[in-house]
């Protein structure tokens, strides 16, 4: 019989071991979340110049250009929103103030491609709006002037209303958590309420609303089915046309690179103003603001300035998908589309699993072993929050089908055998893509319940004999249940609402709900879009029903 070694140099060669393999584990994770962005780099700088050169003689400026307008707009539309809703609901009493203070947050359940399906139905020259009007008017097509939905004005326009709430958050914490001893020494200096606000309280919670700016900026970059649904030609759309219209390697990789490297000079700078993010009271107390009461026209104006958005982004789409829903000719409990949900869910689930362990590695070693090693894969495993789909998946392609490539050639060569593609088009490297896009979320998660497990409980686990994983698996995941919880459920319902690298990378005849929403929308069949959408949506309100929870409980 073996016999177990209890002794102190036993343990501590368990220990070693378990040490080595969380450093294994969280250095394949960062290895994992840099590699899309350094195939990205290669295939960009090896594709010739042939390719860029046509790209700035013909769409890059246009690409340029739109992008900008995009991300100005939204930059613009999402701080007015935001931060106007978070003062209001944070330092003033009107009726239904608490009601809305929830209620902003649900737009964020919203894809903004789902929301962008709703409107065009209702708004769009055969909707329900013009066709009223010329009903009503009798005018013809081309005798009034109607907004066109399908614009870049109208892929912002979608864009805010469903990114606002980052801002909202954001803002809404920073307000709360400032004294009010500036605010009423400004208030007694003689500046009236929206002085005091924009001199005092604005600039303290700059950092944090510059923060929900840039996140929101971020997810614009990001986005595809809104600005392809439009029309609307970005770096997002450009990659996609590239690689699969075009058939256009060179040109999609330098296109991501160009986008990559947006995205990343925009996480650098939401780093650094996070980072930035520490005022501290000058007081010995935290003295909370007095509220005001708003009365007459004050509270209508405050309401309205509130409920807009919601009625916006949330209550009016949901309305008008359940009666395109109930319109279409879609069975949601066919055969057909159990399997689109059944894929989603696969997809989803594998996808939460192995980004929330990933997240638990990269997180603990950090405690374990702090230093500069630890840190960097942390770094490293954050960077993908940065990163759109459609680069991570051109990043992940490039070198997977060059080795497919050349391991079924070897193959042929040698034993007269084809492998075919091994990991191009398979699930798992889809999932990986998805671990890569995702893992700061559930990362985020998990540090914010690991920084409850006080220091102490490490080395009372570790003087009682526990191993690195032991103290892992029997002390930390019990406390962490709820904050692991979380995590699963935050990137469960990302990766159900992830489109660009879906569409990309999927496997052959593995399509999920985003994908048949998509591809409904795109060939004008809104009804039969709805379905899936209200589905993405459903399990979309479930992250934002535990914020809404969290608020509650102020």
């Known amino acids: 019989m073996t016999q177990i070694d209890y002794s102190e140099n036993g343990s501590r060669n368990r220990g070693v071991?378990?040490?080595?393999?969380?450093?294994g584990l969280a250095y394949?994770?960062?290895?994992?979340?840099?590699?899309p962005m350094v195939a990205v780099v290669l295939a960009a700088l090896t594709g010739g110049t042939d390719a860029i050169t046509h790209l700035a003689e013909t769409v890059l400026p246009r690409y340029t250009v739109t992008?900008?307008?995009?991300?100005?707009?939204?930059?613009?539309?999402?701080?007015c929103i935001g931060t106007g809703a978070a003062w209001l609901v944070t330092m003033t009493r009107f009726p239904g103030v608490r009601l809305l203070e929830i209620a902003l947050v649900l737009p964020l359940a919203f894809p903004a491609y789902v929301l962008a399906y709703?409107?065009?139905?209702?708004?769009?020259?055969?909707?329900?709006?013009?066709?009223?009007?010329?009903?009503?008017?009798?005018?013809?097509?081309?005798d009034y002037w109607f907004p066109e939905i399908r614009s870049t004005e109208g892929a912002a326009v979608m864009l805010i209303l469903v990114l606002y709430p980052y801002v909202y958050l954001l803002a809404r914490a920073a307000f709360l958590q400032q004294s009010a001893t500036a605010f009423l020494a400004a208030r007694a200096l003689g500046n009236n309420p929206w002085l005091a606000f924009r001199r005092v309280s604005l600039p303290m919670a700059r950092p944090a609303i510059a923060g929900g700016v840039l996140l929101a900026i971020m997810e614009t970059i990001a986005d595809f089915g809104t600005v392809s649904y439009f029309g609307v030609q970005t770096f997002a759309t450009g990659i996609y046309t590239s690689w699969f219209s075009l058939g256009d390697r060179a040109g999609a990789a330098q296109l991501a690179l160009c986008l990559l490297g947006f995205a990343l000079m925009l996480a650098v700078a939401e780093r650094t103003l996070r980072g930035n993010a520490k005022y501290h009271q000058s007081g010995k107390h935290h003295v909370a603001h007095p509220a005001a009461n708003l009365t007459g026209w004050r509270a209508l104006g405050a309401f309205l300035l509130c409920a807009v958005p919601v009625l916006f982004g949330f209550v009016f789409p949901v309305l008008i998908l359940v009666d395109m829903g109930l319109e279409s000719e879609q069975n949601l409990l066919s055969d057909r589309y159990m399997g689109f949900i059944k894929n989603s869910l696969i997809l989803a689930g594998t996808a939460a699993l192995v980004t929330v362990a990933a997240a638990v590695s990269v997180g603990f070693f950090q405690r374990l072993r702090p230093g500069r090693a630890s840190t960097s894969a942390a770094y490293l495993a954050r960077l993908g929050y940065a990163v759109p789909g459609g680069v991570?998946?051109?990043?992940?392609l490039v070198p997977f089908a060059a080795f497919d490539n050349a391991l079924d050639a070897w193959m042929r060569q040698t034993f007269d055998i084809s492998t075919g593609l091994l990991v191009t088009g398979s699930i798992w490297l889809l999932v990986a893509a998805y671990m890569v896009r995702f893992l700061a979320a559930a990362l985020g998660a998990y540090e914010g319940g690991q920084s409850t497990v006080h220091a102490n409980m490490d080395a009372a686990a570790?003087?009682?004999?526990?191993t690195p994983l032991g103290t892992l698996r029997r002390v930390h995941l019990p406390i962490l249940t709820p904050s692991l919880l979380t995590a699963l459920l935050i990137v469960f319902v990302d990766v159900m609402k992830e489109l660009p690298a879906t569409l990309i990378m999927r496997p052959f005849n593995f399509d999920t709900l985003a994908v048949q929403a998509y591809r409904l929308a795109s060939d004008e069949r809104l009804e039969g879009a709805a379905v899936?959408?209200?589905?993405?949506?459903?399990v979309g309100l479930l992250p934002v029903i535990l914020i809404c929870r969290q608020i509650g409980r102020r």
């Open 67 to 79: 992008t900008i307008i995009l991300v100005i707009l939204v930059a613009i539309g999402t701080f």
């Open 17 to 23: 071991r378990g040490t080595r393999l969380l450093a």
């Open 532 to 538: 899936p959408s209200l589905v993405i949506l459903a």
């Open 28 to 35: 394949v994770v960062a290895g994992a979340c840099l590699l």
């Open 392 to 396: 991570i998946a051109v990043g992940l």
């Open 118 to 142: 709703a409107y065009t139905f209702v708004l769009d020259h055969p909707g329900i709006v013009q066709t009223t009007l010329r009903d009503v008017t009798g005018w013809g097509p081309r």
């Open 462 to 466: 570790r003087s009682l004999g526990q």
